[in-house]
């Protein structure tokens, strides 16, 4: 019983399994969210939503949302530069916590914060833990990544 809670020394598989889905869930969140500033409203379409909102830059703040959002969450689903994608979309998130949302409250059912901060910490926690080893950067050997001597 105590391994089923508690997990044998050893638990890489499942904190492996974690990450995977972990992943997964927030790549095609990113991805619905990146779709819908590219394709659904357009570049243009959201910019001229982001302006709205008083968000600075709104033509190259909608852009970098939308693309990080987007091409972010495949290359999270696949296990690609996970670290990277990370910071990436904690700044997207921080950019909309502090440009959108803070102002509104917790809530996001009245426009707050809940959601972005989520998605943020989140963020942070890939580029501190990486993919797992069921991701794309897991094929890589170390001496072939950026930055790593062998």
Do not use: C
Request: charge should be neutral.
């Amino acid at each position: 019983m105590r391994a089923l809670f508690f997990g044998p020394r050893n638990t890489s598989t499942r904190q492996d399994v974690a990450l995977l889905l972990g992943r997964v869930a927030l790549g095609a969140v990113l991805i619905a969210h990146g779709w819908q500033k590219l394709f659904s409203y357009g570049i243009s379409g959201a910019a001229e939503s982001f302006e709205k909102m008083g968000v600075p830059l709104p033509t190259l703040s909608a852009s970098f949302a939308g693309t990080v959002e987007l091409l972010g969450g495949i290359l999270l689903i696949i296990g690609l530069i996970v670290p990277l994608v990370g910071v990436l979309v904690a700044i997207d998130m921080l950019g909309a916590l502090i440009f959108v949302h803070a102002p509104n409250g917790m809530f996001a059912t009245d426009g707050g914060y809940e959601l972005v901060l989520l998605i943020g910490a989140l963020g942070l926690m890939f580029a501190g833990l990486g993919a797992g080893r069921f991701a794309v950067d897991g094929l890589i050997p170390t001496s072939h990544r950026a930055g790593v001597k062998a």
